[in-house]
């Protein structure tokens, strides 16, 4: 039985290959005097340390299928590295985005960003890179081009997460929005822990926001789990190593900011960098979780 297994896979692997490199040949050849260079490359799963050495753990831990790279030339002017990333679903190309992104910008894809000669945009289930170094005017122009007719050549749309609607529309800032599978990328946007104490992995969602009301800012943490006997054992564990034991899961921590947590159901609620008891409190109350 093994072999037709391995068959059937590496059917799949070959069809989502073909799809990616149909994308490629819609394309164009030359665009504003950059022509392209010949040839493209391919990289999976197994592969994507060898083109993104240090950096394939964010993608990977997205659920990542593969990505398409290619590049265009022009005489003295930079090249452009054009990286079309396949995430999966769109859920997983939004992760990617929503990871680094410091702006609200949907003039390309579903949501963009340009900064210094580097365009990043996720539509449907790709996440898309574009860079150019140095940045020039003329180079600047061209990548918004090329990305803006990459756009419109994938044709299908993606949802955002559905837990995003989850999250308290008052005070929001979305641009903060952070979305992920792994708590080391909830590390890298406010430091927990070295131990996975809140035990994120790939099957539990969560989404991390800013929040600024009444004068007053806080971080905002949602993690979604498979039942509510995992979300339990996390609150014990956050509880534990992060509050101190705190009695009513409400404790200020080293930084002289407060921070607490409550369980609804399924779902751990997580407030951090809050001003004081009462505040956290509150902000639990308007959740209906207290």
């Known amino acids: 039985m093994l072999f037709p297994v391995l068959?059937?896979?590496?059917?799949c692997l070959m069809a989502k290959n073909m799809e990616i490199e149909k994308?490629?040949?819609?394309?164009?050849?030359e665009i504003s005097g950059w022509k392209q260079k010949p040839g493209f490359k391919v990289f999976g799963p197994d592969t994507l340390f060898d083109y993104i050495d240090g950096g394939a753990e964010?993608?990977?831990s997205y659920g990542f299928k593969n990505l398409l790279s290619f590049g265009y030339f022009r005489t003295g002017q930079?090249?452009?590295?054009?990286?079309?990333f396949d995430m999966g679903t769109s859920a997983h190309a939004f992760g990617v985005f929503s990871h680094s992104r410091e702006t609200l910008d949907q003039s390309i894809g579903q949501g963009?960003?340009?900064?210094?000669?580097?365009?990043?945009f996720w539509k449907g289930k790709y996440y898309v890179s574009l860079l150019a170094y140095p940045e020039t005017q003329e180079v600047k122009m061209t990548i918004l081009k090329l990305g803006a007719r990459i756009?419109?050549?994938?044709?299908?749309?993606?949802?955002?997460?559905a837990i995003l609607q989850q999250l308290p529309a008052e005070g929001l800032i979305r641009k903060s929005?952070?979305?992920f599978f792994h708590y080391i990328w909830l590390n890298s946007h406010y430091f927990i822990s070295n131990d996975n104490i809140l035990h994120i992995n790939e099957n539990t969602e969560a989404v991390l926001a800013k929040y600024e009301k009444n004068h007053t800012k806080y971080l905002l943490l949602l993690v979604d789990y498979p039942d509510q006997e995992k979300a339990f054992d996390a609150c014990t564990d956050f509880v534990k190593h992060y509050l101190s034991e705190a009695a009513n899961g409400i404790r200020k921590i080293s930084d002289?900011?407060?921070?607490?947590c409550r369980i609804a159901i399924n779902k751990l609620w997580v407030v951090l960098n809050a001003d004081n008891e009462k505040e956290v409190i509150d902000i639990f109350t308007n959740l209906s979780v207290e």
């Open 7 to 11: 068959l059937l896979l590496a059917f």
């Open 23 to 29: 994308l490629f040949h819609q394309i164009p050849a």
């Open 112 to 120: 963009s960003e340009y900064s210094d000669g580097l365009l990043i």
């Open 256 to 260: 002289d900011s407060w921070a607490g």
């Open 177 to 179: 929005i952070r979305y």
């Open 78 to 84: 930079p090249d452009i590295t054009v990286d079309i």
């Open 58 to 60: 964010l993608y990977l």
């Open 151 to 161: 756009s419109d050549w994938i044709k299908e749309k993606g949802k955002l997460p």
